[in-house]
T-cell receptor, first 116, second 110 residues
Framework: EPEVTQTPSHQVTQMGQEVILRCVPISNHLYFYWYRQILGQKVEFLVSFYNNEISEKSEIFDDQFSVERPDGSNFTLKIRSTKLEDSAMYFC??????????????FGPGTRLTVL | AQSVAQPEDQVNVAEGNPLTVKCTYSVSGNPYLFWYVQYPNRGLQFLLKYITGDNLVKGSYGFEAEFNKSQTSFHLKKPSALVSDSALYFCAVRVGDMRFGAGTRLTVKP
C-alpha cells in the first residue's frame, strides 16, 4: 500500500540554524500539507500546497517557514532560523483530491525536531 | 471559530467490551468531520469521515461514528474492543484547514 514517507525521523539542531524536513507524498497525490505537534499538544495545521503554490497557511507559518516541491516527488519544509519553540513533531500529509475539504489526508510518520 | 474537543484524555476498556471515544465540534456551517488513529512511531491513519447523509458512518477496523447535529457530537464507537485498538485517537473538523482535537489515548486491556 502506498504511503507518505518522511526523513529524517529525528533531527537535532542548534537554535538559529536552518533545517529542511523532507517528505515524499503518495505518488499520484496533488495536495500536500504540513502539520506540527508540540509535545503534549494538539496537531496544528501549518500550510497546504497545490499546483506549486501555497493554498492556505496558518498564523504559525510565518516568514521563517517555507515550502517547496523541488523535483516532482519531494515536498520540503524549511525553517530558516530555528527557535526553541519550533521543537515539535512535524507531519507531512497528502491527498489526491481536495474537493470542498471533503477528502481524507494521508499522513507520514513524522519528523521529530529538537532545537537546542 | 471552528474547533473540536475531545473531553477525555484517556479511555480504558476491557477487551471484548464496547468502546466510545467522544468528540464534540463547533463550526459555522456544515461540518466535515474525521477520525484518525495514531499508533506508536507512526503517522496519523484515516479511520472514517462524515460529510453528509447517513448519520452513522462506518470505517476501518470495525470502527463507526455517529454524527449528532443537535448535540454537535461525532463519537467514535466499536462494538467489541481489541487489545490492538490501543492507540491515540484524534477527531478533526475541516472548514478550510484541518483542526484536530487534543487526542484521546485508548487502552484496551486483555
Amino acid at each position: 500500500e502506498p504511503e507518505v514517507t518522511q526523513t529524517p525521523s529525528h533531527q537535532v539542531t542548534q537554535m538559529g540554524q536552518e533545517v529542511i524536513l523532507r517528505c515524499v507524498p503518495i505518488s499520484n497525490h496533488l495536495y500536500f500539507y504540513w502539520y506540527r505537534q508540540i509535545l503534549g499538544q494538539k496537531v496544528e495545521f501549518l500550510v497546504s500546497f497545490y499546483n506549486n503554490e501555497i493554498s492556505e497557511k496558518s498564523e504559525i507559518f510565518d516568514d521563517q517557514f517555507s515550502v517547496e516541491r523541488p523535483d516532482g516527488s519531494n515536498f520540503t519544509l524549511k525553517i530558516r532560523s530555528t527557535k526553541l519553540e519550533d521543537s515539535a513533531m512535524y507531519f507531512c500529509a497528502s491527498s489526491d483530491r481536495d474537493s470542498l475539504w471533503q477528502d481524507e489526508q494521508f499522513f507520514g510518520p513524522g519528523t521529530r525536531l529538537t532545537v537546542l | 471559530a471552528q474547533s473540536v474537543a475531545q473531553p477525555e484524555d484517556q479511555v480504558n476498556v476491557a477487551e471484548g467490551n464496547p468502546l466510545t471515544v467522544k468528540c464534540t465540534y463547533s463550526v459555522s456551517g456544515n461540518p466535515y468531520l474525521f477520525w484518525y488513529v495514531q499508533y506508536p512511531n507512526r503517522g496519523l491513519q484515516f479511520l472514517l469521515k462524515y460529510i453528509t447523509g447517513d448519520n452513522l458512518v462506518k470505517g476501518s477496523y470495525g470502527f463507526e461514528a455517529e454524527f449528532n447535529k443537535s448535540q454537535t457530537s461525532f463519537h467514535l464507537k466499536k462494538p467489541s474492543a481489541l487489545v490492538s485498538d490501543s492507540a491515540l485517537y484524534f477527531c478533526a473538523v475541516r472548514v478550510g484547514d484541518m483542526r484536530f482535537g487534543a487526542g484521546t489515548r485508548l487502552t484496551v486491556k486483555p
